[in-house]
């Protein structure tokens, strides 16, 4: 069932799995404030009934990152330039670019699990769209790169927390400040890619992970990536009491004794 097919991006929903497809092949699925709009809309479409989303990009790339017409003085039709975006205030501008940030919050929500497959380019937006997931399964042609800093710029869309959180605060420096490839098989080492596959066994590979997932009770995965996800923020302790709340908590309705 399709949900969603516009600027770029297509939502099909099977059951329990949901698909949102960059679907630009033509310029290597690069992205637009149009875009990131249609993904933002897309995380708002999915059913209650949906458990797993994988994102992936149609033809040889995930996505070349943002598009190269947003640096002409034009700009995107309809769009503020990069110039009037420079010419706002303060606060204009971190409106916008909270804006075009809700393309890539939404992956985490703890009711999912959301997976990117990635092959080709991955390149400053295209890696910050695969860091917003949860999980990553690679082809073993992948190249991961933030452009951004290369640029004059820094990476403003969510990304630069789970790079630090997957591969740590000195090795995510380097990868931003030189802005170099980061290759599948260097992913896979560092942990950027929980798996590398050949490119013919992408689909497969993330199709069998996905009904891997789906497999558990759907509570005790959201209680489960709650826990996960807080982890770092919490001491020890505090994580050891958090760990007795869900658990007495997934107990209960077990039991039959939940609220």
């Known amino acids: 069932m ?25 310029k290597r699925n690069a992205q637009s404030p149009a875009m990131w709009r249609a993904l933002a809309e897309a995380g708002s479409l999915l059913p209650g ?4 989303v994988v994102l992936r990009g149609e033809g040889k790339s995930f996505s070349a990152g943002l598009d190269r017409q947003a640096f002409t003085p034009e700009g995107f039709d309809g769009e503020p330039s990069f110039l009037d975006l420079a010419r706002g205030t303060d606060s204009e501008l971190d409106a916008t670019i909270a804006e075009y940030q809700e393309a890539f919050t939404w992956w985490r929500r703890t009711d999912l699990v959301s997976i990117a ?19 990553r399964v690679c ?18 869309l969510t990304g630069t927390h789970p790079l630090v959180s997957l591969v740590g605060y000195a090795r995510a420096l380097e990868i931003c400040a030189t802005g170099r490839f980061v290759h599948a098989d260097e992913a896979e080492r560092i942990g950027l ?5 050949p490119g013919a066994d992408l689909e497969s590979a993330v199709a069998d992970l996905a009904a891997a997932l789906v497999a558990a009770p759907r509570d005790a995965v959201i209680e489960t990536k709650a826990l996960l996800a807080g982890a770092v923020s919490r001491t020890y302790e505090e994580q050891r009491a958090a760990e007795r709340a ?3 908590r997934r107990l209960r309705d077990l039991a039959g004794l939940g609220e």
């Open 2 to 26: 399709t949900l969603l097919d516009k600027d770029g991006v297509r939502l099909t929903v099977d059951d329990m799995i949901a698909t949102v497809t960059l679907a630009g092949p033509a």
């Open 117 to 135: 497959a990635v092959q080709g380019h991955a390149i400053g937006a295209g890696f910050q769209l695969a860091l917003a997931c949860d999980l």
């Open 246 to 248: 869900a658990q007495a």
């Open 139 to 156: 082809a073993d042609d992948a190249q991961f790169a933030m452009r951004e800093t290369s640029l004059g710029l820094v990476p403003d």
């Open 49 to 52: 009934t949906v458990r797993i």
């Open 193 to 197: 890619a929980n798996l590398v596959v």
